[in-house]
């Protein structure tokens, strides 16, 4: 049963797997999280760790950031060792977010598309 979860060092080859469909994605633009990652380099186990890192402290309002960057908590929906799709809750908006992105955004990968992910995602809760 998919659930909502923290990004893990766990799920690197699903997610990696995602990210090479992504990028392939004609359907829709490649979101800006796609670019930022550089697969082959994330394929290095100590490099998706930091990875992984690097998005929980991004929830952290203390930390660090880009600029036009807000807190934002991402949540991974997965099924088992399964990358299925991505949450991303920014904790507020600028004004450019107010025109465009708002408080979430959300991707399903594309061979998980038209199955009620996106829907299941959106109402569920994250696992605690
Ligand atoms: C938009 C997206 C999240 C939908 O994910 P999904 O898991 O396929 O969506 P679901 O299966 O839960 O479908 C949800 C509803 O959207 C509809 N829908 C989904 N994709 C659609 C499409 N390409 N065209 C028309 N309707 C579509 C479904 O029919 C369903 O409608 P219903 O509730 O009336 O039955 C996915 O296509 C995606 O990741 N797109 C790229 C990123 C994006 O646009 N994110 C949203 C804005 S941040």
Request: glycine content about 6%; cysteine-free.
């Amino acid at each position: 049963m998919p659930e909502l979860i923290n990004p893990t060092s766990r799920l690197r080859v699903s997610f990696l797997a995602a990210i090479i469909e992504w990028r392939a994605d004609r359907d829709y633009p490649v979101p800006w999280f796609v670019t930022d990652v550089d697969p082959p380099a994330l394929v290095v186990p100590s490099a998706f760790d930091a990875y992984v890192a690097r998005l929980l402290r991004e929830r952290d309002e203390a930390a660090d950031r880009a600029p036009g960057f807000v807190p934002m908590t991402t949540l991974w929906w997965t099924d088992g060792e399964h990358m299925l799709g991505r949450l991303a809750i920014r904790h507020r908006l600028t004004p450019a977010l107010e025109k465009a992105g708002g408080h979430i955004g959300y991707d399903v990968r594309p061979s998980a598309r038209r199955q009620g992910h996106a829907s299941a995602m959106l109402a569920a809760e994250p696992a605690r």
